[in-house]
């Protein structure tokens, strides 16, 4: 195997009491998209510092191209970083602050000309060449920062929550672009974000973080359909949590019974019996009905309808199990007749999956309920 365009091994960082990383060991390959994600104060800027050699950590060794980095500056890194804000020079002209480092490296004229111009048109701004930073908008500005930090065609570009500062349709528009780019020129991007949908779309894979620890590291289907622990069910989209406790274990099956009083089989996932665990399963997996319609089906709970809301392209009802449990349930919007006679709040309910689509985690931690999973276009009560 190819040895890691990046290594973080056993890398530790406190400030004073606060341990902001710890213990942390990452991998990451050459050419990927790799994104650290997790709530504010996760350690996940840390840990892009350190990469870029703003921060040195207390233990632990930083490989880079299997070279040991420790003790080298930011500038002589093979790395560049692209910050939130833009830290452009204000009094330089787009093109000279593209041009920057290639001058600082004393290339010749021509071949910095040429680079700066494909640069430039690569980030759509060839036209805006000779403006000054204050003559472009944010979007704009961040792109010449994208372009100014890949013109240098670094071995690793780090990127501070670079499109935090933008609307949300720019940031959209962005995200496309940034991942073209990245594509295109194959550099490999170290992203930290702490919005779960942008590091769903962009990345090859994630690191979930959690208080200077990383929960969980995979591809973005893995971390929304397997997650790992109750934390990243929880951060990454509705965390749909049902607790309960592993009754048997039978070869890759366990038998759980939740505390909603009934029992239910899913994966074990390495969980033995007597353990605390959630089952998961995520809203638009789930079916609901009317508990009294006496239709046959799968394995499922029964609760009742607490809210039903509106949001444009789905009906979103949340369901309150025994135990004070809540699901949120995500039905499409796709049929008005259909819409119009989903069960509206005070109604007794049955909620169903599939079978493969229930997922055990283990520990009985609290996870935060990611209310902004799904934001609500229209709100309006539903149902009868
Ligand atoms: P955010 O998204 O808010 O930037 P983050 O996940 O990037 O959060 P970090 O900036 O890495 O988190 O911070 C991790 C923890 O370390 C936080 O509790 C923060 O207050 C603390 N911390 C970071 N830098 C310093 C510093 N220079 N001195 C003291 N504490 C710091």
Request: aromatic letters at 4%.
């Amino acid at each position: 195997m190819s040895e890691p365009n990046v290594r973080l091994e056993g890398v530790t960082k406190a400030f004073g009491e606060l341990v902001a990383v710890r213990e942390l060991d990452l991998d990451i390959d050459r050419g990927e998209f790799f994104t650290l994600l997790g709530p504010s104060g996760c350690g996940k800027t840390t840990t892009l510092r350190i990469v870029a050699g703003f921060e040195e950590p207390n233990e632990g060794r930083i490989l880079i191209d299997g070279a040991d980095v420790a003790g080298l500056p930011p500038h002589r890194r093979p790395t560049n970083t692209v910050f939130q804000s833009y830290a452009l020079f204000p009094h330089l002209s787009v093109h000279d602050n593209v041009a920057y480092g290639l001058k600082r490296k004393r290339l010749d004229r021509g071949e910095v000309d040429r680079r700066v111009r494909e640069e430039l048109e690569r980030v759509g701004l060839a036209a805006e060449a000779n403006r000054r930073p204050n003559q472009l908008s944010g979007g704009q500005q961040q792109r010449v920062a994208l372009a100014r930090a890949v013109v240098n065609l670094p071995k690793v570009l780090l990127l501070d929550e670079p499109l935090g500062a933008l609307d949300l349709k720019l940031r959209k528009g962005l995200q496309i672009e940034l991942k073209r780019i990245q594509r295109e020129v194959g550099i490999t991007f170290v992203y930290v974000t702490h919005d779960q949908e942008e590091a769903l779309t962009m990345s090859d894979r994630i690191a979930v973080m959690n208080q200077g620890v990383v929960e969980q590291i995979a591809r973005p289907q893995e971390v929304y359909e397997r997650p790992a622990t109750t934390f990243v069910a929880g951060f990454i989209g509705v965390s749909n949590l049902m607790p309960g406790t592993v009754a048997s274990v039978n070869g890759e099956t366990a038998t759980v019974r939740l505390d909603a009083g009934v029992e239910v089989r899913a994966d074990n996932n390495g969980l033995s019996t007597g353990e605390e665990c959630h089952a998961v399963v995520r809203p638009e997996k789930l079916t609901i009905r009317r508990a009294d319609d006496g239709a046959a089906d799968g394995p499922g709970v029964e609760g009742m309808v607490e809210s039903s809301l509106y949001l444009g392209t789905a009906t979103q009802i949340v369901v309150r199990l025994p135990g004070d449990v809540r699901m949120t349930v995500l039905v499409p919007n796709a049929d008005e007749a259909e819409r119009q006679r989903l069960p509206g709040g005070g109604v007794d309910v049955r909620l169903s999956w599939a079978p493969e689509h229930i997922h055990l985690v283990r520990g009985s931690t609290a996870a935060p309920f990611a209310e902004d999973a799904i934001e609500p276009l229209m709100t309006s009560r539903g149902g009868s």
